[in-house]
């Protein structure tokens, strides 16, 4: 089974805490309904996450989560170094990954300190090292869930309008060096997205107006239109991002 867009759920909550509160629900239920297995997440990068990852470290939430059997990966880093307010692993550790009890061994940061097309194949590496191939297997997905925010470009991830990653079928992890937002890339792409169980869009804020009713409308002329999912697709929206009056 393949979900494209035109096939994704939808659901509108009343305001962003809401939003983070019903992804903190589907972040643990997708740890919680695979008892006693490795669980593989790609967390989004971004504003939107961080209320997300403020409720899951607070001690009544995270203690709901079997932490050592987590293992969590990024949908995309900007390529500044860990410490820079700019790089996605910075915010997840700092509001997160330092208050809950993953192991380091499965903190998978995307390397951000070497050549960045060297970096990518560098965090390829990682990811087949622990998918144990280097092929992705229809019917085994490398994520359990995939976390994904939306641009007011309509980019996804990296995922950026233009940019030759939109073209790759093969890589798991490449560049984007868009011209609408800060900083080269690193990112997933589709293919190494739509490995997975469950894609989670996180979409809050009326600038968000335009792009989510494209990504509604399956429009693949921008980026996040393209993502397919092996599992499911679910698209969290606030009111104010739907346009709909209050
Ligand atoms: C990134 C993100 C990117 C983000 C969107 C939405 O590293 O920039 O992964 O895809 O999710 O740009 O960003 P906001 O949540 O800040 O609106």
Do not use: C
Not at 109 to 118: F, I, L, N
Request: net charge neutral.
């Amino acid at each position: 089974m393949t979900t494209d867009m035109r096939h994704a759920q939808f659901e509108t909550l009343p305001d962003g805490d809401a939003v983070a509160a019903r992804m903190a629900e589907l972040f643990i239920d997708a740890i919680q309904k695979r008892p006693g297995e490795r669980i593989r997440i790609a967390l989004s990068g971004g504003s939107t996450p961080k209320k997300l990852f403020s409720i899951l470290a607070k001690p009544e939430i995270a203690k709901k989560v079997d932490w050592k059997r987590v293992e969590i990966f990024y949908g995309d880093e900007r390529h500044v170094p860990v410490g820079n307010a700019d790089n996605n692993h910075t915010t997840a550790t700092t509001l997160l990954l330092s208050k809950v009890p993953v192991p380091d061994s499965q903190i998978h940061a995307m390397p951000t300190s070497g050549e960045v097309q060297e970096d990518a194949a560098q965090y390829q590496r990682i990811m087949e090292a622990s998918y144990g191939n280097k092929t992705l297997e229809k019917g085994r997905p490398f994520f359990d869930l995939v976390m994904l925010g939306l641009g007011t470009d309509g980019h996804t991830a990296s995922l950026f309008p233009g940019e030759p990653v939109l073209d790759e079928k093969s890589a798991w992890v490449s560049v984007s060096s868009p011209k609408t937002a800060p900083h080269a890339r690193l990112t997933l792409t589709y293919p190494a997205i739509a490995s997975s169980r469950e894609i989670v869009f996180l979409v809050t804020g009326e600038n968000k107006v335009p792009m989510l009713r494209r990504l509604r409308e399956g429009d693949s002329s921008i980026p996040s239109g393209r993502i397919v999912s092996e599992g499911k697709i679910l698209v969290l929206a606030d009111r104010a991002a739907t346009g709909e009056p209050s």
